[in-house]
């Protein structure tokens, strides 16, 4: 499955839900795409049947179709001077603290102020648990729908790791570890 330009694996094994599935990735697919689509669609009355939202970690930057974080590897075609004040961000501006609390903050608005006036199925889970990437654990727990309270980034891990990585290619996981992970979310989906 393709959203814009980035590559999503999540649930893309159970093509008999795949019309009516909305997936909700990367920060910035979740903010660019998804978050501001899913906002319209309950405005609109047209929430999909199954909504799954995969939480990453909060340091990247918005863009209404790249993913930008710290070190990003520019894409050809793409103006350098985004992938320019992207490094200078990250330089002179970024601060960990208001990152860290700034998403705290809007998950937990997101889930128990909007999330939980959804009347459809609802599957929450990690794609990274909020702020893995820097050792620390930030407890959130949320409570609208069905959650996944295990990272996709640690479960990657269990095929071997490269460069702290999982080994895979999608979602840094194997072709077989998707297929894995998809199962998990679709039995949520079916309890």
């Not at 697919?29 to 939202?53: L, T």
């Not at 340091?59 to 320019?84: C, M, Q, W």
Request: net charge neutral; proline share 4%.
């Amino acid at each position: 499955m393709q959203v814009e330009n980035q590559k999503v694996g999540v649930c893309c094994w159970h093509q008999n839900l795949m019309p009516k599935l909305l997936i909700g990735g990367s920060q910035a697919e979740v903010f660019g795409q998804h978050f501001f689509k899913f906002n319209q669609r309950i405005k609109q009355n047209i929430v999909p049947d199954y909504s799954v939202f995969c939480w990453t970690e909060p340091y990247r930057l918005f863009h209404p179709s790249l993913i930008l974080s710290a070190n990003t590897e520019p894409l050809e075609g793409v103006d350098p001077n985004v992938y320019k004040a992207l490094d200078y961000y990250w330089k002179y501006l970024h601060n960990y603290d208001k990152d860290e609390m700034a998403y705290e903050y809007s998950l937990k608005h997101y889930d128990q102020n909007v999330l939980s006036k959804i009347n459809k199925q609802i599957v929450q889970m990690w794609s990274f648990r909020p702020f893995e990437t820097a050792g620390k654990d930030a407890n959130i727990k949320l409570t609208s729908g069905k959650f996944i309270d295990e990272s996709v980034f640690t479960f990657s891990k269990s095929a071997g790791e490269k460069h702290g990585w999982g080994i895979g290619t999608i979602n840094h996981m194997t072709v077989e570890q998707n297929k894995q992970w998809a199962d998990k979310v679709y039995e949520r989906i079916r309890l």
